[in-house]
């Protein structure tokens, strides 16, 4: 059970201390594993304090059958702790993204991810999956929009992140949720492997046009996601780590036919069609 959960921000949080016996009592009688904290404004120095005090004490926090409460901070907007403070304290939602609002571009989320696994955790890190098919008349002939990608494009490309089902799933189409069913399964298989690995991003700066990706480094194994944008571009060669060239790989998943090579200084990869997505582990050979 994960529950919403926004403290008291009443003359500087001076009331953190009770907000703790509130979580202590919704993990204890109500067994809630999962906290999200939001609607938090840190406006003053005494707020930050308090609100840093109310963390360090939630953190030592014990689930019934003794594993740690886990919380998730969002950092949508005002003033909250953010890149530099949160990460010790749980998992960063990065921002609310609604296609109501246009807000939601798949390779503009995939660009925050891609840039800030640069020089943080991608781990720690939330970022959504929405429905595509809501809200297509907001954004007009847009090549770019959400509707012309495939769901299981969207889940993939924030798979190294922690991927968040932010919609109502009630209004997926068939075919969507067969797809996202298909590529969750997937995930799920190896997502325990892949969470202890260190995650960089390779290719080009994510813009919806060339290649992107992530690459998952483990010891011999690893995994690999590739992203082709909407460029004419049907093989294009990813360089990689030295470490991590020669190796023998395998397709998990993907929505396109794909080849995969070895080449001096990486992979070239072969993707069948305009907004397609490969996954792949790869081991020593």
Aim: proline share 5%; glycine share 8%; with cysteine.
């Amino acid at each position: 059970l994960g529950l919403w959960f926004a403290p008291d921000s009443a003359d500087d949080f001076v009331n953190w201390k009770k907000d703790v016996e509130v979580i202590r009592t919704l993990a204890e009688k109500h067994g809630a594993r999962h906290i999200k904290l939001d609607g938090v404004v840190l406006r003053t120095e005494e707020c930050e304090k308090n609100y840093l005090a109310m963390l360090d004490a939630i953190r030592e926090l014990r689930c019934p059958g003794g594993e740690p409460l886990r919380f998730n901070l969002d950092i949508t907007n005002d003033e909250r702790l953010g890149y530099f403070c949160g990460i010790p304290y749980g998992t960063l939602f990065v921002e609310n993204r609604y296609t109501d609002w246009k807000n939601y571009y798949p390779h503009r989320t995939m660009r925050n991810l891609w840039q800030l696994s640069r020089y943080l955790p991608a781990s720690k890190f939330q970022f959504e999956v929405l429905n595509p098919r809501r809200n297509t008349e907001l954004y007009g002939d847009d090549p770019l929009a959400p509707a012309n990608y495939d769901i299981d494009w969207c889940f993939a490309s924030v798979m190294a992140a922690n991927p968040l089902i932010w919609m109502e799933m009630q209004h997926l189409s068939e075919k969507d949720t067969d797809d996202l069913r298909r590529i969750i399964a997937v995930y799920r298989e190896h997502r325990d492997a892949m969470a202890e690995m260190t995650v960089d991003p390779i290719g080009d700066l994510p813009d919806g046009v060339q290649w992107s990706g992530f690459l998952w480094t483990g010891t011999g194994c690893g995994y690999v996601t590739l992203f082709r944008g909407i460029t004419d571009e049907d093989v294009h060669t990813i360089r990689l780590p030295e470490p991590v060239r020669g190796m023998r790989w395998t397709v998990l998943h993907g929505n396109a036919a794909a080849e995969i090579s070895n080449t001096d200084d990486g992979i070239r990869v072969s993707l069948g069609k305009k907004r397609s997505y490969v996954f792949l582990r790869f081991d020593r050979i």
